[in-house]
């Protein structure tokens, strides 16, 4: 199993609506079946404002899995939204 998980650092302007956008267009990726578990999360308050805002923490059965993932059209719809808004990235997938 591929646990894959990313980060971004959003950008200041509206922040607080760029995460309600961020979690609202993240629901369309629930459509994709290959993922196995979806998590999608914003860094908690009161937490150091050095951390990542939001991230993304999906599993999925096989590396294939997450490159059909990568490929899909809500994902690619997903990552041109984020791209719009975001100041950071970090990815990361490892076996579980």
Do not use: W
Not at 62 to 79: D, I, R
């Amino acid at each position: 199993m591929i646990r894959h998980i990313c980060m971004f650092t959003l950008k200041e302007e509206n922040k607080e609506q760029t995460i309600a956008a961020f979690f609202e267009r993240a629901q369309k990726l629930r459509e994709i079946d290959v993922i196995k578990k979806f998590e999608v999360v914003r860094n908690a308050e009161k937490t150091p404002a050095s951390n990542y805002d939001v991230a993304l923490i999906f599993d999925f059965d096989t590396v294939e899995a997450l490159e059909q993932y990568q490929k899909s059209p809500q994902h690619v719809a997903f990552g041109e939204f984020v791209s719009s808004v975001r100041i950071d990235r970090a990815c990361i997938d490892y076996e579980i």
